[in-house]
């Protein structure tokens, strides 16, 4: 499975309720240098936020701006990969029996 595959993948719970896109994948390196294992995906409204640095109050301005995309960036979602129970072109079903991390 290619990351392109997964960026922009609608995900869903079990019971069919939309959670939001993935915008970001967090891997981690296993055992080999050059083994990576996928840990969780990053699912929210939007990722323009984070990647601008409104997620972690890297940016604090302008002040219009910066409030309004730290209350977007809240509703960012870390699922681990462990909860997916499938995939299918564009949409991944996950476990509902926990509550999603927030991302830091």
């Given at each position: 499975?290619?990351?392109?595959?997964?960026?922009?993948?609608?995900?869903?719970?079990?019971?069919?309720?939309?959670?939001?896109?993935?915008?970001?994948?967090?891997?981690?390196?296993?055992?080999?240098?050059?083994?990576?294992?996928?840990?969780?995906?990053?699912?929210?409204?939007?990722?323009?936020?984070?990647?601008?640095?409104?997620?972690?109050?890297?940016?604090?301005?302008p002040?219009?701006?910066a409030?309004?995309?730290?209350?977007?960036?809240?509703?960012?979602?870390?699922?681990?990969?462990?909860?997916?129970?499938?995939?299918?072109?564009?949409?991944?079903?996950?476990?509902?029996?926990?509550?999603?991390?927030?991302?830091?």
């Amino acid at each position: 499975m290619k990351a392109s595959e997964l960026l922009n993948a609608d995900v869903l719970d079990e019971s069919g309720q939309r959670l939001g896109t993935v915008h970001d994948l967090r891997v981690v390196r296993t055992s080999g240098a050059d083994h990576w294992q996928l840990q969780a995906i990053i699912v929210g409204a939007t990722g323009l936020t984070h990647r601008l640095g409104y997620a972690t109050d890297e940016v604090r301005g302008p002040f219009l701006l910066a409030k309004v995309a730290s209350w977007i960036a809240r509703r960012r979602q870390v699922i681990e990969w462990s909860r997916v129970i499938s995939y299918d072109k564009g949409r991944i079903t996950v476990h509902a029996s926990q509550q999603p991390r927030r991302q830091p």
